[in-house]
Structures are given as structure tokens and as C-alpha cells.
């Protein structure tokens, strides 16, 4: 079997196509799925209970890092759970003018990535309900194959739903500890979807950054094999079809629509865990910026080094932008 170049050089034992046959022209036209009646009200119904919430933060233990104070901290989540995340201080010397929500992959976080994180800037990072290190078995099955379709047969108890609803109380727990502050997202993969999800509904937000988003399209996703929590769920709505209406309402695609500020989506031409044409149709949604596009996503190749170099600067400094245009 052979691949476009260079990805047939670059990866030459893979399985199947991580392009699925698509170029960076066909990319660009995939749609984001439209909303249907009911999904605005619906997410913004969540939102207002969410509101409600008293998130009630308690910070378990401190230690200092690199300059920076860095706690974990305990929470309430979307339905009362408690949950657990780290919270990080600006370096020392540094008075927080933005907080930046960081969300993470699908294999959890064990310790704080700063990277994307400004020295003047107060962090937050969550750790989705069920995922390890901080809240493994928390309010969802820990497997990534149980997870992803945990609570599939309603909108109310659908897991992804819920992680994204979460992301709104990991940011009034922030802000509760630090202060008010402009908010900014951080997320790649799984932490790109519900980012995705979520950032539309919390007008706390000034922009984000999603980085090879998952969760979106769902009827492209669905219809590929790959090597990422969508073929759990592809596998999960084959042999559950009335899942596919469930899946609607947490369609990042759709989500991001709502979004009414500058969100970057840095998107890959070639990615076997999250099929690119989910990715595109994310970006699609971002109606105000062009992808950033990427070689390729969850995967090393030549050059990949500095390609994430360009992108990590590209938005710290479309956060720097976000920040000026409203004169902070």
C-alpha cells in the first residue's frame, strides 16, 4: 500500500491512510454540522446551571516550581462531583493579567506543561473526571474505551458533555483563587473537542487555541477507522444506533459556531488518531481564523520539532493579541 508523499516515507509501517485520501483543498471543505433545533438552548441551559454551581476550590498541597507556585486543588465539577486540578501562579515577580485553561489529551496529565502558558499568566489545569493522575475512576470510567461512550444513551449523562460543562467550574475555581481575569483555552485532542464544547457558552473567554481537536464531525468520523477514541465510538454507535442522536449535542463542530472570539485551530493533513477531516471541520467553525495547518497530528516525523516550536509561539502570541484587542 502506498501513502502521498511524504507521508509514505515518513510512515512507512502505518496500518491504513492517515490522510483518508484527502488534500489540504478537500480539507477545506468540510463542514461543520450544522446546529438543530433545541442545541443552543440546550448548551446554554447547562451553562446557567453550571453557574449555579458553588465550586467551592480547596487547595490540597503547594510546592514551588521553575518560579511559580503550583497547587492542587479540589473542586466541584458539573454534577456536584469533586474533582481535582493543578493551579499554577505567575513566576514570581509577575502580576497575572490573563488565566489560561489547559486541557489535555485523552491519556490524562500527571504533571503541568507551561509551555503555552505566559510567565504573567495564572493557570488552571483540569483534569477531565475519570482520567488519571488526579481523578482516575472520578465520575467515569478511567479506560478511554469506556470513557469516551460512557453515559451515550442521553445528552444529560453523556461523559464528553460533562467534561466539557466541568471546564466551566475549573474556571470559576481559578478565578476564585486568583482573582477575575480574562480568560484564554489551551487544548489539544481530547482537550481541543471539549474545549470546543465548552468555550462558546463562558463569555469570560477571550480567545483559544485548539490543537488537533477531536470531536468533531461526527458523520466524517464515524465513517473512518482510526486509531483514537473514535473507533470506540464508531464501534459503540454500530452496535448502538440510537447513540448517533446522543452524539449530536457534542459535536465540536457545531459548538464552536457559537463562538464569538478569535479561537486558532491548529489542524493536521495527516493524523490516524483523530481523522483530519474531523479536525477541518473544527477550523471550519472558527469562522474568524485560518488553521494553522500541521504536517501531520499525534505523531513524530521529520521536522516536527520546530514545526511545534512555530505553533506553540504562534499561539502565545495570538493570546498577546486576544489580550490587546480588548486593551488589556
Known amino acids: 500500500m502506498t501513502y502521498p508523499s511524504p507521508f509514505d516515507t515518513w510512515f512507512p509501517d502505518a496500518a491504513f491512510d492517515g490522510s483518508y485520501g484527502h488534500t489540504l483543498a478537500s480539507l477545506r471543505r468540510v463542514p461543520p454540522v450544522p446546529p438543530f433545533d433545541g442545541f443552543e438552548s440546550g448548551w446554554r441551559r447547562w451553562r446557567a446551571e453550571a453557574a449555579r454551581i458553588d465550586v467551592a476550590p480547596a487547595v490540597l498541597s503547594s510546592t514551588r516550581s521553575r518560579g511559580r507556585e503550583v497547587s492542587i486543588v479540589e473542586h466541584a465539577g458539573a454534577d456536584g462531583i469533586r474533582l481535582r486540578s493543578w493551579v499554577v501562579s505567575p513566576e514570581e515577580g509577575r502580576r497575572a ?58 445528552p444529560e449523562t453523556a461523559v464528553i458533555g460533562l467534561c466539557a460543562r466541568d471546564l466551566w467550574l475549573a474556571a470559576d475555581a481559578l478565578t476564585r483563587l ?81 463562538a464569538d472570539v478569535p479561537v486558532r485551530v491548529e489542524a493536521a493533513l495527516w493524523d490516524q488518531s483523530v481523522p483530519p477531516q474531523g479536525q477541518f471541520a473544527v477550523a471550519s467553525a472558527a469562522r474568524m481564523l485560518e488553521p494553522e495547518v500541521l504536517p501531520a497530528g499525534h505523531a513524530e516525523y521529520p521536522g516536527w520539532e520546530d514545526v511545534t516550536a512555530r505553533a506553540v509561539a504562534g499561539g502565545l502570541a495570538h493570546l498577546d493579541r486576544c489580550l490587546a484587542s480588548r486593551g488589556d
Open 97 to 154: 493579567r490573563v488565566g489560561v485553561v489547559h486541557g489535555h489529551g485523552y491519556g490524562g496529565r500527571d504533571a503541568v506543561d507551561l509551555a503555552r502558558v505566559p510567565a504573567d499568566a495564572a493557570a488552571i489545569f483540569p483534569v477531565a473526571r475519570g482520567l488519571g493522575a488526579l481523578n482516575a475512576g472520578v465520575g467515569a470510567p478511567e479506560p478511554k474505551s469506556e470513557h469516551v461512550v460512557a453515559g451515550l444513551a442521553d
Open 178 to 258: 486568583v482573582g477575575e481575569l480574562p480568560l484564554y483555552y489551551v487544548g489539544e485532542s481530547f482537550g481541543g473537542g471539549v474545549g470546543a464544547l465548552a468555550v462558546p457558552w463562558d463569555d469570560r473567554y477571550v480567545g483559544a487555541t485548539l490543537i488537533v481537536p477531536s470531536f468533531g464531525q461526527y458523520d466524517e468520523r464515524l465513517a473512518v477507522e482510526c486509531l483514537g477514541s473514535g473507533e470506540d465510538v464508531r464501534r459503540h454507535v454500530a452496535a448502538h444506533p440510537e447513540a448517533r442522536e446522543v452524539l449530536r449535542w457534542i459535536d465540536a463542530s457545531t459548538s464552536l459556531q457559537f
